[in-house]
């Protein structure tokens, strides 16, 4: 496993529709990936729905990528999903390589970010 951040590849572009959320190590460390990810989103519904695949994103890095969502208002009037692990060939351009610059910039607060055009 690579030790400093600055040697992970850094992903050049993601042309599928993704939603990246990125959540914090301390949380996936209490709750797990996926749970640390798929609960209690301020989001707008009907974007999500268009978003192919989520990236699972710890530190700037892709820890895990997930498709087929099915998005629901949570108690909290927030959306939460189930989804499953994406398919091999769309987790290797993903997984354990650093999303592109623009989606971590420095001040970004919007933990969840479309890579598309909603």
Do not use: H
């Amino acid at each position: 496993m690579l030790k400093n951040i600055e040697e992970y590849e850094i992903i050049s572009e993601i042309p599928e529709k993704c939603l990246i959320i990125k959540v914090r190590q301390e949380v996936v460390d209490e709750k797990g990936l996926y749970d640390a990810v798929r609960i209690a989103w301020r989001l707008n519904g009907e974007n999500s729905q268009k978003a192919d695949f989520i990236l699972a994103v710890v530190d700037s890095i892709v820890k895990e990528v997930y498709k087929n969502i099915k998005w629901e208002k949570a108690e909290s009037g927030r959306y939460q999903f189930t989804a499953w692990t994406a398919n091999d060939d769309i987790r290797e351009k993903y997984i354990y390589k650093r999303i592109p610059k623009k989606y971590r910039e420095k001040g970004m607060e919007n933990p969840c970010l479309y890579t598309f055009n909603q």
